[in-house]
């Protein structure tokens, strides 16, 4: 089974930045991030692949937000810089085997339990 555990969420002000972190058990995987806020489906953030950190972005985050991953701590981040009102959410994390069809939330099988960010205007 594997485990997933977010931190770094909070309450930001528009324009800020905030980094978050998952930290994964068991080996490397394609990783990836999903929001969700109330009354809207979960959707695609961001994914990196495990074998050579290849990068996917919604378009709603291309150019401000970074996913990045540290293999030796079995690590994955999200730094997210200029955010806006309508980033807040709560923030998953995901894991699978493969990277392909990354925006499809049915094809993640692992989950963390969330992070709440928040950014006020």
């Known amino acids: 089974q594997v485990q997933l555990i977010e931190s770094g969420g909070g309450l930001v002000q528009a324009g800020g930045s905030l980094r978050l972190s998952c930290a994964a058990s068991?080996?490397?995987?394609?990783m990836g991030w999903f929001r969700q806020s109330p009354g809207k489906e979960r959707e695609f953030v961001a994914a990196?692949?495990?074998?050579?950190?290849?990068?996917y972005y919604a378009d709603s985050v291309r150019g401000r937000f970074t996913i990045s991953r540290d293999n030796a701590k079995n690590t994955v981040y999200l730094q997210m810089n200029s955010l806006k009102p309508e980033d807040t959410a709560v923030y998953y994390c995901?894991?699978?085997?493969?990277?392909?069809?990354?925006?499809?939330?049915?094809?993640?099988?692992?989950w963390g339990q969330g992070t709440q960010v928040t950014v006020s205007s």
């Open positions: 995901a894991a699978r085997d493969r990277m392909l069809a990354v925006k499809t939330v049915s094809l993640w099988p692992y």
């Open positions: 990196i692949s495990a074998t050579d950190s290849s990068t």
């Open positions: 068991g080996r490397g995987r394609t």
